[in-house]
């Protein structure tokens, strides 16, 4: 089965801080995903990527940024952390043009 | 322009009554859509799938969903749910064969 890892399931941050959410697969997937998740207003797609040091904009890129430097690792950064980024932060991973996406257990990120 | 749109937020039912939980995605020329469920507390796993094909989908734990072109819809049934189906749902469409875009979410809560 694939396996989707994020780093943390927990995570506090201070205000103005850098986060990096670390996601790895370990099936050789060209896609991986960042999504947050926030009640209401479902998954929104933040990036994506579908190959190394390839990425793609999302529904909602502002105030974040992505890094690809192996095929395995998608990590997702903050450059400064804000209440309003607050959320449930999703990976997924998914083969390219392949039917099914895997996801993470996610991370709760809270920004104080 | 959202992608796909999930029609109710909140869907109560009681024990061992039908539900349908609606979904509708903007029209394209080849697209995968997916019903994904995310229990308390845990990841979103795949419910099922359709890619081609038969426009009638049967997933897991009884669940099934029909393609349908002319309306642009993706609906979920279940001709009977149980208290164990209360979790929320998202449809999901993936385009390009890469990106993979959400709908808001369907809270389905099963009463005794």
């Known amino acids: 089965d694939v396996k989707v890892t994020q780093s943390s399931r927990y995570l506090v941050k201070r205000t103005g801080e850098k986060v990096f959410l670390e996601c790895v697969q370990d099936?050789?997937?060209?896609?991986m995903f960042w999504y947050r998740q926030d009640p209401g207003l479902g998954l929104r797609l933040i990036y994506f990527s579908y190959d190394v040091k390839m990425k793609e904009k999302g529904d909602i890129p502002e105030g974040y940024s992505v890094s690809r430097e192996k095929k395995e690792r998608f990590s997702l950064i903050l450059e400064s952390a804000s209440t309003n980024q607050t959320s449930m932060y999703l990976c997924a991973s998914r083969r390219s043009g392949g039917p099914k996406a895997f996801f993470g257990q996610g991370t709760r990120l809270t920004v104080v | 322009a959202q992608s796909v749109t999930q029609l109710d937020s909140q869907v109560p039912v009681f024990e061992e009554a039908p539900v349908e939980l609606r979904c509708n995605y903007s029209s394209s020329v080849s697209v995968y859509l997916f019903w994904y469920v995310q229990y308390p507390n845990q990841g979103l796993q795949l419910l099922l799938k359709y890619l081609s094909g038969s426009t009638l989908v049967k997933g897991i734990n009884g669940f099934e969903a029909e393609f349908n072109k002319s309306q642009t819809s993706f609906h979920l049934r279940k001709p009977s749910v149980h208290i164990s189906d209360t979790a929320e749902y998202f449809c999901a469409r993936a385009r390009g064969g890469s990106r993979l875009t959400f709908g808001e979410g369907t809270q389905l809560t099963v009463n005794p």
């Open positions: 099936m050789d997937h060209e896609n």
